[in-house]
């Protein structure tokens, strides 16, 4: 096996920057390198995650400066970047200039929203701000790696964690022409989806013990999701998104419903699903409701599907953390560089969190 590649992450302090901490510590492939930090360069990095300090042997937090040093100096390496939407685009774009005029070549898998639009102003219109790198769109492709053999492109950005537990429900729903092109999503994250800074409609009082619904049909991800669709099935579906803040902290359980487009039964949907997944390792389809704790802290989705005779629905559940943001990113690194793409993602969860 030839010698791991350096890994760097982006958004040192943030939940997602932590997962990413934590998987690389199991991957056989992948070396972290640096973790930049844009508030603690210095800074050793167990203080801001004290449960992987065994792993992370004394490790300080890298200014950018200190990254682009590395990303000149090594002819290849993984970057995986998890810093916020709106900041992320010029991050990257600014190692991958610095990489351009030193002859190196990172691959970059981007967990923020900045590279997931292809149009410029469509990513102004839905998240308030011109672009920070319009120019680099086209190095990106955005899918859940489910649903994309090959990425046509050097760079990915992961579609995010609402859009991962609800693709993998609509997708096959529509590339299969099982349901009328209209579906309507109902989906319940927990509290570490908003990320490590409390905010007033965020922190744990407000959503401790309570279930409530945001931003419904009007959410920022609702686009996302249909672009991904539309360009995953090849069908112009209308998709209705009402997300929920869950009172637990880490998953994401998503109930897609739509009108069937011909009489089947559960059994019959379920099937058709398996099949549709069989080529991967880490989608599992069942015939009993699946739950989140099943899969929380893992890079695995369970899916199930109950039909009336009318109408199915497919419920989906993902850790928002691990297959939808730092496991995923990973699963598309390790395809980006010509691995396994389950290397070093294939624990189970614990089950009993
Ligand atoms: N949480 C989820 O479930 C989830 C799922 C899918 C995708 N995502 C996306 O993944 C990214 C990270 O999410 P998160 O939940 O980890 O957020 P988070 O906990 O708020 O962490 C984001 C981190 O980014 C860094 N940062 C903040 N401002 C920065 C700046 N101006 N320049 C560079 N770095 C800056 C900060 O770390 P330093 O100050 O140490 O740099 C911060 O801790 C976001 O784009 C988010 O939308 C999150």
């Known amino acids: 096996m030839s010698a791991p590649i350096p890994a760097i992450v982006l958004g040192g302090t943030g939940y997602v920057a932590g997962e990413l901490l934590r998987l690389l510590a199991g991957h056989p492939r992948l070396a972290l390198a640096a973790v930049a930090s844009d508030s603690q360069p210095g800074a050793p990095v167990a203080s801001a995650f004290p449960h992987?300090?065994?792993?992370?042997?004394?490790?300080?937090?890298?200014?950018?400066?200190?990254?682009?040093?590395l990303i000149a100096a090594e002819p290849r390496t993984?970057?995986?970047?998890?810093?916020?939407?709106?900041?992320?685009?010029?991050?990257?774009?600014?190692?991958?200039?610095?990489?351009?005029?030193?002859?190196?070549r990172p691959t970059v898998v981007d967990i923020s929203a900045d590279y997931r639009f292809s149009d410029a102003a469509e990513y102004a219109r839905v998240y308030k701000h011109p672009h920070g790198a319009p120019a680099?769109?086209?190095?990106?492709?955005?899918?859940?790696?489910?649903?994309?053999?090959?990425?046509?492109?050097?760079?990915v950005a992961h579609p995010g964690c609402f859009s991962t537990a609800t693709l993998l429900a609509v997708v096959p729903l529509l590339r299969l022409g099982l349901v009328e092109p209209e579906l309507f999503v109902s989906a319940v994250t927990?509290?570490?989806?908003?990320?490590?800074?409390?905010?007033?409609?965020?922190?744990?009082?407000?959503?401790?013990?309570?279930?409530?619904?945001?931003?419904?049909?009007?959410?920022?991800?609702a686009p996302e999701i249909a672009a991904l669709a539309r360009a995953a099935s090849g069908t112009d579906a209308h998709i209705a998104f009402v997300p929920h803040s869950g009172p637990f902290t880490r998953g994401i359980h998503a109930t897609v419903q739509a009108r069937l487009a011909r009489p089947m039964s559960g059994e019959e949907v379920r099937a058709a699903l398996a099949e549709f997944y069989a080529g991967g390792p880490f989608v599992q389809v069942l015939d009993a409701p699946p739950r989140i704790k099943d899969v929380v802290t893992?890079?695995?989705?369970?899916?199930?599907?109950?039909?009336?005779?009318?109408?199915?629905?497919?419920?989906?559940?993902?850790?928002?953390?691990?297959?939808?943001?730092?496991?995923?990113?990973?699963?598309w690194m390790n395809r980006l560089l010509g691995f396994d793409e389950a290397e070093g993602l294939t624990a189970p969860a614990p089950g009993w969190t």
Do not use: W
Request: overall charge positive.
């Open 190 to 221: 927990g509290s570490t989806g908003s990320g490590r800074s409390p905010t007033a409609g965020t922190h744990h009082p407000q959503r401790h013990s309570d279930l409530y619904a945001y931003g419904a049909l009007a959410h920022r991800h």
């Open 136 to 155: 680099r769109l086209g190095e990106f492709s955005c899918a859940v790696p489910e649903h994309l053999g090959k990425a046509p492109t050097p760079h």
């Open 52 to 69: 992987l300090a065994a792993a992370l042997r004394g490790l300080r937090f890298a200014s950018h400066d200190e990254v682009l040093a």
């Open 298 to 331: 893992s890079n695995y989705a369970r899916l199930s599907a109950a039909c009336d005779g009318r109408s199915v629905a497919v419920m989906s559940v993902v850790d928002n953390l691990v297959k939808g943001a730092a496991g995923g990113a990973i699963q």
């Open 78 to 104: 993984a970057v995986l970047a998890a810093a916020p939407h709106g900041v992320s685009a010029q991050l990257i774009d600014s190692l991958l200039t610095h990489a351009a005029a030193a002859g190196t």
